[in-house]
């Protein structure tokens, strides 16, 4: 059972390191263009339920 976990755990790595390896990609999921401004806008906002 340990070995087999084991052998699940590298190849999930594996499967990590060539994602995040791909060009242009983050660990946040954004490109390069994100970190420098010229990604999406994005705002912040508390959600309240009307009734």
Same mark, same amino acid.
């Given at each position: 059972?340990?070995? $087999?976990?084991? =052998?699940?755990?590298?190849? $999930?790595?594996?499967?990590? +390191? /060539?994602?995040?390896?791909?060009?242009? /990609?983050?660990?946040?999921?954004?490109?390069? +263009?994100?970190?420098?401004?010229?990604? =999406?806008?994005?705002?912040?906002?508390?959600?309240? =339920?009307?009734?």
């Amino acid at each position: 059972m340990k070995s $087999l976990t084991n =052998e699940i755990q590298q190849a $999930l790595m594996q499967i990590g +390191t /060539a994602v995040y390896s791909q060009a242009g /990609a983050s660990p946040n999921g954004g490109t390069s +263009t994100d970190r420098q401004g010229g990604g =999406e806008d994005v705002i912040d906002a508390d959600f309240v =339920e009307q009734k």
